[in-house]
């Protein structure tokens, strides 16, 4: 999956430093893209001393996390218009074709980069007083000069079902979505429910379908929609027949576990979870 890195190692700790800047990556955003260069035919994650053209300084970036000790920064929001200057050998690209960036433990932390972006940008001011944020010193947080409310990355938690019936998985199309392959019944958790009671639901608001024998199966990080996924895998219960919720789905379809056909790339917890159970792993 995405998160997997190995043999690579992700830090999140809170542990800001000086930029190196020979070694050291960037990850700047606008709006739904980022900001890559061209490096021996491909498109690259650029390091801080590619900038230098740019005119970036040291207080326009950001601490955001490291790996195997190399530290990724952002740029801040008012820094904006110093990267009208590079040069013609820089691209953005959207954040969505990050899910085919090769090597892939960038990928990961473009896309991580990203979801601190996008909170960084839609929380400037506080919610309970007005007040412009600040970010605070000791913690990956924004703290409100006025008020003192503290406020932490926002992280959005998703259930992810595998439902089936003997060998066969219930596979489905999203409506009006960019991702046009099958995947898995999803969606986000409500305000006082349980992972159990969220997935319960979900299942039988988009098929109408009961569930039985809840199990656990894997979590992913996902920073294309804020999100924390947790999957699961359960049986149908009662009637196998499908009454669909066209407003979240196009199609829903029992598959029999031979004919599966996932998304080759493995990254997200979906594509695991469908080729899991074609190889009778679960």
């Known amino acids: ?18 930029p190196v800047w020979e070694q050291d ?13 061209w490096e021996s035919g491909q498109l690259a994650l650029p390091r801080l001393c590619d900038t230098e053209s740019a005119k ?9 996390f490291a790996i195997d000790g190399l530290a990724f920064f952002g740029a801040d929001t008012a820094s ?19 899910r085919e960036f090769d090597p892939s433990w960038l990928a990961f932390a473009a896309i991580t980069g990203y979801h601190l972006h996008h909170w960084y940008t ?21 703290l409100c000069p006025h008020c003192e409310y503290l406020k932490y990355p926002e992280i959005a938690v998703a259930v992810i079902v595998g439902v089936s019936d003997g060998d066969k998985l219930l596979l ?22 349980t992972l159990e009671d969220a997935v319960r639901r979900e299942v039988y608001e988009e098929v109408g379908i009961r569930i039985k024998n809840l199990r656990y199966f894997a979590s992913q990080p996902w920073g294309f929609s804020c999100s924390l996924l947790m999957g699961f895998f ?29 998304d080759s790339t493995n990254i997200s917890l979906t594509a695991t979870m469908m080729i899991a159970f074609k190889e009778g792993k679960i």
Not at 56 to 64: A, C, F, P
Not at 80 to 98: A, C, K, S
Not at 184 to 191: K, N, R
């Open 1 to 18: 999956m995405l998160h997997d890195i190995k043999p690579h190692e992700y830090s999140c700790d809170f542990s800001p430093r000086p």
């Open 56 to 64: 970036l300084q040291e207080g326009d970036l950001r601490y955001l």
């Open 172 to 193: 489905t199309r999203y409506a009006g979505r960019r991702y046009k392959r099958f995947a898995l019944i999803a969606g986000f958790v409500e305000i006082g429910e």
């Open 80 to 98: 904006d218009i110093i990267l009208t200057g590079v040069e013609p050998t820089w691209q953005y690209l959207p954040v969505y074709d990050l």
């Open 234 to 262: 359960a049986e149908v219960e009662g009637s196998t027949d499908i009454i669909l919720d066209g407003r979240e789905l196009a199609e829903a379809v029992w598959v029999k576990r031979e004919e599966i056909s996932a």
């Open 122 to 142: 839609h929380n400037r001011y506080c919610g309970a007083c007005g007040a412009e944020f600040e970010h605070a010193a000791n913690e990956r947080a924004l």
């Open 25 to 37: 990556y960037l990850l700047y955003f606008a709006k739904a893209q980022i900001l890559l260069k």
